[in-house]
C-alpha cells in the first residue's frame, strides 16, 4: 500500500483505477440494463449472449466487429490528439469525408502504379487534405481567438456538403449509387477475408495508437502537448510555443481523422459513397473522452463498440428485441463510464486513496 | 460528496427508466409476430405444400432505414408480413441504421441458414454484389435497379411510366384548365420516365392538354426539400395548373401541400399518400415493392427461384393506380379499360430508359 504512494507506482494505480472505473462502470450499467429488460420481459442472459458473446464466437463474427471498430479507432485516435492538448476539434467528421474522398479519388484516377507507391500517394494525400481542413480552424483559433467548437462544428457542414457536390457532379459513378467508381487494385487495402469489411486498415490504426501512447509518454513534444492541455498560459509561461501545439496536434488530429475516411474507402468499401458515415467523427469524440484520451483506451474502447454496434445488428436479428434498445444500453454505458470518470478526476485520479489527492495536487 | 453521486446516479437511473419505457409500447408489435406465426402453422399454407416446406423457408428483408418511415420500408415489410401469413414461411426484417450494415445483416442471414434475403433499394446494390456471390445457394432479390450479371439475384425494377400514363389519364380527365403540373426530384432518366409517360397519358385524353414540368434540384438534396417543391407547385397553380403530380421523394410532401391550399388536386407516388391530404390526393402512382417480394418468395416456394430482370408492371399488379372516392364509374372503366390496353400492347408507353 505504502509503495502507491511512490511516484512511479502511481501512473500504474491510475492506470489500473481507470481501466477499473471503466469496467465497473459496464457492470453497472449491463446490470441496469438487465432490470430494464426483465421489466419488457426479456431474458436478459439471452440478450447479453447475442449482443456481447455470440458476435465474437459465431462465424466471422470476430471479423465484423473488427471491421466496425476500425473507423472508430482512427477517429477516436484523432479525438486524442486534439483533445490532449485541450483543443475540441469536433470537425473529425468533416475531416474524415475530405479523406475519404481524396483517397477515393486518387485511388482510381492514378494508374499504373506500383502498390506501395499507389498507396503511399493514398495516404499521403487523405492525411494532407484532413490536416488541411482542420488547419483552417487551428489558425482562427490561434490567430483571431475564435472558438474552435463553432468554426469545427460549421465547417463539418461545408465540408460534407462540398466533398457530396464534387462527387455528385465530377467523381460519379454512373448508376443509381451516387458514389465514386471502384479504386484500382493497386490501392486497395486487402481485406483479411472477403466479404467482410475488415482490412490491413485495422493494423495500421492499431500501430498507430502504439506509436501515439509512445509519443504522449515518452517525447518531449508529447510532454509538451500535455502542459498545454492542462494550463495553456502556465505552459507559455515556461516557454512552450503553445500557439503553434494547437496548430501541430489540430492538423494531426485532422490527419488521424482523415485516415478514417480512407480506411473505409480503400479498405472496406472500395469506393466512396456519399454519406457513407453514420457518424464515425461523432463516435470518436465519445471513445477518446471514455478512454480519458490515452490512446491504447481508444483501442479498447472503440472495440467494444464496435462490439456493440455489430452485436446490436446480431441481437436484432437473432431475437424480437428492438434496435432502439442497443441504444439505450449504449448510453447508459457512456452516461455511467462518465460519471465514473467524474468521480475519479475528483480523486485526483486515484480511486481508493484519498490522501494521495493533496500529494496530486502538489505535483 | 458521496450522498450527491449517489443522488445523481440514482437521477440518471430513474431518466433512464423512463426512456426505457417508452419504446416498451413499440415492442408490444413483437408478440404479435410470433402469435401471427402460430396462427399460420395451425392452417397449413395450401399452395406451396406440394413444392417446398414452406415452413422451413427463412426469408430475411434487409430495410434501408427504419419502419415507420411510410414509404419503401413499410411498403417493403408489409410484403414480407404478407408471405409471411399466406404462404407459411419464417421472416425476418433487420433496420439497418447505416449503409454498412447492409451486407452484414445480409451476410449474417446466409451464415444462419436463410433461404432468401431481399434488399428493398437501389441503394444497397453495393452490398448485394458484395454478398450475393459469396452465398451462391441464397436466393437474393433487390428492388428498383437492375443486377442480372449474378447467377443467384433476381432483381425488379417498375414500368413508372405505365403508371404515370394512367395517372396523367386521370389529371387530364380531372382538369378543367388543361394544364397539369408536374415536378420531378431530379432531371435524370429514372424520373424523367415518369414525366414522358405521364405527358403521353394526357395527351391521351386531351390533345390541348399541356403539362409544365418542373425539377427541384441536382443534388442529393433534391429528394428532401419540401419547401422548394412548394414554391414550384404554387407556381404551376398560378400559371393555371389544377392537378399535379409528383417524383419528387420527400420533396413531394411540398406539392401536395401547395395542392391542398389552394384545393386543387394532387397525385402521390410510390405509395399511398391520400392520407397527406385526403381532401386533394386525387390518387397515387404506386410502384409495390410488396408485390415483387410476394412474386419472388412464392417463385422460390413453386420450385423455380426467379433470377435476372424482372419488371413490375400493370400485368402483374406490381404498379397501378390507387382508386380513390374521387373516382366516378366513368373515370374506373377508362382506367380499367386503358390499363388493358396497356397490358395487351394496344397501347404503346415510351419508356426513356428502356434497359
Not at chain 1, 470518436?284 to 456493440?308: D, E, F, K, Y
Not at chain 2, 449474417?108 to 431481399?118: D, I, R
Request: glycine share 10%.
Amino acid at each position: 500500500m505504502d509503495a502507491d504512494m511512490k511516484k512511479p507506482s502511481e501512473s500504474v494505480t491510475r492506470a489500473r483505477d481507470s481501466i477499473l472505473i471503466v469496467a465497473i462502470s459496464f457492470l453497472i450499467a449491463l446490470f441496469v440494463g438487465a432490470l430494464i429488460l426483465l421489466l419488457q420481459g426479456e431474458n436478459p442472459i439471452e440478450v447479453y449472449r447475442y449482443l456481447l458473446v455470440d458476435p465474437l464466437v459465431s462465424k466471422n463474427g470476430l471479423l465484423k466487429v473488427l471491421g466496425k471498430a476500425t473507423p472508430l479507432i482512427f477517429t477516436g485516435l484523432a479525438g486524442t490528439f486534439a483533445f490532449r492538448c485541450n483543443v475540441f476539434n469536433i470537425g473529425l467528421e468533416g475531416q474524415l469525408y475530405a479523406g475519404a474522398l481524396t483517397a477515393a479519388v486518387l485511388g482510381y484516377t492514378l494508374q499504373g502504379l506500383p502498390p506501395w507507391l499507389h498507396l503511399s500517394i493514398c495516404f499521403a494525400g487523405a492525411m494532407i487534405t484532413g490536416a488541411a481542413c482542420a488547419f483552417i480552424p487551428a489558425v482562427l483559433k490561434v490567430k483571431f481567438g475564435v472558438h474552435e467548437v463553432i468554426t469545427t462544428i460549421m465547417l463539418n457542414y461545408i465540408i460534407s456538403n462540398i466533398i457530396s457536390m464534387l462527387v455528385i457532379n465530377y467523381f460519379r459513378n454512373p448508376g443509381e449509387t451516387a458514389r465514386t467508381p471502384y479504386v484500382l487494385d493497386s490501392a486497395r487495402l486487402t481485406q483479411f477475408k472477403l466479404p467482410e469489411q475488415a482490412n490491413w486498415g485495422l493494423v495500421i490504426g492499431v500501430l498507430l495508437c502504439i506509436v501515439a501512447y509512445w509519443v504522449f509518454s515518452r517525447t518531449v513534444f508529447g510532454s509538451h502537448v500535455d502542459a498545454a492541455g492542462k494550463n495553456l498560459l502556465a505552459a507559455r509561461y515556461s516557454g512552450i510555443n503553445a500557439d503553434r501545439l494547437v496548430i501541430i496536434t489540430m492538423m494531426l488530429s485532422g490527419a488521424v481523422a482523415a485516415l478514417g475516411g480512407l480506411e473505409r474507402v480503400l479498405g472496406a468499401f472500395g469506393y466512396m459513397e456519399v454519406n457513407f458515415s453514420p457518424g464515425f467523427g461523432y463516435d470518436g469524440l465519445v471513445i477518446c473522452i471514455i478512454a480519458r484520451m490515452n490512446p491504447l483506451g481508444v483501442l479498447i474502447v472503440a472495440l467494444l463498440m464496435g462490439l456493440m454496434s455489430y452485436g446490436g445488428m446480431n441481437l436484432n436479428i437473432m431475437t424480437t428485441v428492438p434496435l432502439e434498445w442497443v441504444r439505450i444500453l449504449t448510453g447508459l454505458i457512456f452516461a455511467f463510464v462518465v460519471i465514473g470518470n467524474t468521480l475519479l478526476k475528483q480523486r485526483g485520479g486515484i480511486l481508493f486513496h484519498k490522501k494521495s489527492l493533496q500529494a496530486e495536487d502538489a505535483v | 460528496m458521496k450522498k450527491n453521486v449517489f443522488l445523481a446516479l440514482l437521477m440518471v437511473a430513474i431518466l433512464l427508466f423512463a426512456y426505457a419505457c417508452a419504446p416498451a409500447t413499440v415492442e408490444s408489435t413483437t408478440p404479435d409476430d410470433t402469435q401471427s406465426a402460430e396462427a399460420v402453422s395451425e392452417e397449413p399454407a395450401d399452395a406451396a405444400a406440394d413444392e417446398i416446406a414452406a415452413a422451413d423457408v427463412k426469408v430475411g428483408l434487409v430495410l434501408t432505414g427504419t419502419l415507420g418511415d411510410q414509404s419503401v420500408n413499410d411498403q417493403a415489410y408489409a410484403g414480407l408480413m404478407y408471405c409471411e401469413e399466406n404462404y407459411g414461411v419464417q421472416v425476418k426484417a433487420v433496420e439497418c441504421t447505416d449503409a454498412s450494415m447492409y451486407a452484414e445483416a445480409a451476410q449474417k442471414f446466409c451464415e444462419e441458414g436463410y433461404n432468401l434475403v431481399v434488399f428493398n433499394a437501389f441503394s444497397q446494390e453495393e452490398a448485394l454484389r458484395t454478398v450475393a456471390p459469396a452465398y451462391p445457394d441464397v436466393a437474393f432479390m433487390i428492388l428498383d435497379t437492375v443486377v442480372d450479371d449474378i447467377a443467384n439475384v433476381a432483381c425488379f425494377t417498375y414500368a413508372t411510366q405505365e403508371v404515370s400514363f394512367l395517372a396523367g389519364v386521370l389529371a387530364a380527365r380531372k382538369s378543367t384548365t388543361g394544364v397539369i403540373g408536374f415536378i420531378g426530384g431530379m432531371e435524370i432518366p429514372t424520373i424523367q420516365k415518369y414525366q414522358k409517360g405521364f405527358e403521353e397519358g394526357v395527351a391521351y385524353v386531351n390533345a390541348e392538354g399541356t403539362v409544365i414540368a418542373k425539377y427541384v434540384g441536382n443534388d442529393g438534396n433534391a429528394w428532401n426539400d419540401p419547401a422548394t417543391a412548394k414554391s414550384l407547385t404554387l407556381d404551376e397553380i398560378a400559371n393555371g395548373a389544377d392537378v399535379c403530380f409528383h417524383a419528387a421523394g420527400g420533396s413531394g410532401l411540398g406539392l401536395i401541400e401547395a395542392c391542398n391550399e389552394k384545393g386543387v388536386y394532387s397525385i402521390g407516388v410510390n405509395i399511398d399518400q391520400s392520407h397527406l391530404a385526403p381532401d386533394t390526393v386525387l390518387t397515387s402512382a404506386l410502384t409495390r415493392g410488396d408485390v415483387a417480394i410476394q412474386i419472388f418468395v412464392k417463385s422460390y416456394l413453386d420450385g423455380a427461384v426467379l433470377t435476372g430482370h424482372t419488371t413490375l408492371n400493370c400485368a402483374n399488379d406490381g404498379v397501378g393506380l390507387v382508386e380513390s372516392s374521387f373516382f366516378t364509374d366513368d373515370d374506373k372503366a377508362i382506367i380499367a379499360d386503358i390499363t388493358a390496353k396497356i397490358i395487351s400492347g394496344e397501347i404503346k408507353v415510351t419508356n426513356v430508359m428502356d434497359y
